[in-house]
Nanobody, 123 residues
């Protein structure tokens, strides 16, 4: 079974930055497309950004483009989410997930999930 562990969350002021990490064993991230999702308080889990297995193409929701950047380091078995210009509405539990999704933004299309890391953005 694939094991994913997120880290790097915490409390940050609006306008600040955080870098989240998602670590896995073996060559997980070279075998799968990787997505970041988040669950704001009282809301459903939602898509943030993804990077594809082939060609490492990246996709993000329009409102996050220019602020959130996903990257992959296969040698370190780690995927990152760089978050800049954070807003209070970015407060959520952030999850990484892997799979071979037909739709990059669809939760049910991913096969394995981490436990999540809390990001809190204060005003």
């Amino acid at each position: 079974q694939v094991q994913l562990v997120e880290s790097g969350g915490g409390l940050v002021q609006a306008g600040g930055s955080l870098r989240l990490s998602c670590a896995a064993s073996g060559r997980t991230f070279s075998r799968y497309t990787v997505g970041w999702f988040r669950r704001p308080p009282g809301k459903e889990r939602e898509f943030v950004v993804a990077i594809t297995r082939i060609y490492s193409r990246t996709y993000a929701v329009d409102s996050d483009k220019g602020r959130f950047t996903i990257s992959r380091d296969n040698a370190k078995n780690t995927v990152y989410l760089q978050m800049d210009s954070l807003k209070p509405e970015d407060t959520a539990v952030y999850y990484c997930a892997v799979g071979s999704p037909s739709r990059l933004d669809t939760v049910s299309d991913y096969d394995y999930w981490g436990q999540g890391t809390q990001v809190t953005v204060s005003s």
